[in-house]
């Protein structure tokens, strides 16, 4: 279905960029892939994933804190597949305190990757897209896109912004072929949330197993783990014919968190 497109993932060397790099390759998109990692784990990353689907793959080491980088990214896309046709914005970090004791370099590094750097990859690649009149740009808010939590200010703050970005995005974009949406999971078993697992096993004595029931259960009613191969699914759908008139939305991928 995406045969001839070509697909930046940030974020994309683990966890759910990646699962959403898999999903866009399968459908026969070629594959920037961004992120950090070991040099030789992200060259065989790129290697297998183009192999295993029969696409071109491309690595871009930008740090997502940083526009000069974001735009030398944005620029070798171009250079190498002629332009970004899919834009997944998925590079995020986060750290948990209180609003009185959040270290203020950790609100800008959160506001400046996970909120920021998805400003100046939409920007940089809406011209193209334009030229083209399609698009797709996707960004992966959370459902902390739609509700808070206590002790993650950067983060609700960020990801409230990512959903307000995507719908101006949208709106600007509504007469052309280029459409932005949100999704917002919930829990995810990514290593950002195997470490909070880690923390309250250690914390309050319990097994990672019950570690991991006692976080799901607190706030995902359905107990289990969203998949990053669920998330690729429904980008593959934003992306896909059907998708064309679904703008502008964040959709909830959450286990019935944001129900409640």
Excluded at 11 to 29: D, F, H, N, V, Y
Excluded at 147 to 166: D, E, I, Q
């Amino acid at each position: 279905m995406l045969s001839g497109k070509t697909a930046l993932v940030t974020g994309s060397t683990s966890g759910i960029g990646l699962g959403i790099a898999r999903a866009l390759a399968e459908q026969g998109a070629n594959i920037v892939f961004n992120g950090f990692g070991d040099a030789q784990q992200i060259e065989k990353l790129r290697i297998d994933v183009g192999d295993a689907y029969g696409v071109q793959t491309a690595y871009h080491n930008a740090d997502m804190s940083k526009p000069d980088e974001i735009e030398a990214m944005m620029a070798f896309a171009s250079a190498k597949f002629g332009g970004v046709d899919i834009l997944i914005n998925n590079a995020g970090i986060q750290h948990v305190a209180n609003v009185e004791d959040f270290p203020a370099e950790k609100w800008d590094a959160i506001i400046a990757i996970n909120l920021s750097s998805a400003f100046h990859t939409t920007r940089l690649a809406l011209p193209g897209m334009r030229q083209k009149n399609w698009g797709r740009i996707i960004n992966l808010a959370s459902v902390h896109g739609l509700v808070g939590s206590a002790g993650k200010s950067a983060y609700v703050a960020a990801k409230h912004g990512l959903v307000g970005l995507t719908k101006v995005t949208a709106l600007e974009n509504a007469q052309t072929g280029i459409t932005c949406n949100a999704i917002c999971p919930g829990w995810v078993l990514t290593p950002l949330v195997q470490k909070q697992v880690d923390d309250r096993a250690a914390r309050e004595g319990l097994s990672n197993d019950e570690a991991r029931r006692a976080l799901l259960l607190e706030k995902q009613p359905s107990g289990e783990f969203v998949t990053p191969d669920e998330l690729g699914a429904l980008a593959v759908f934003f992306c896909s014919p059907a998708g064309a008139q679904v703008r502008g939305v964040a959709w909830n991928m959450d286990g019935g968190w944001a129900a409640q």
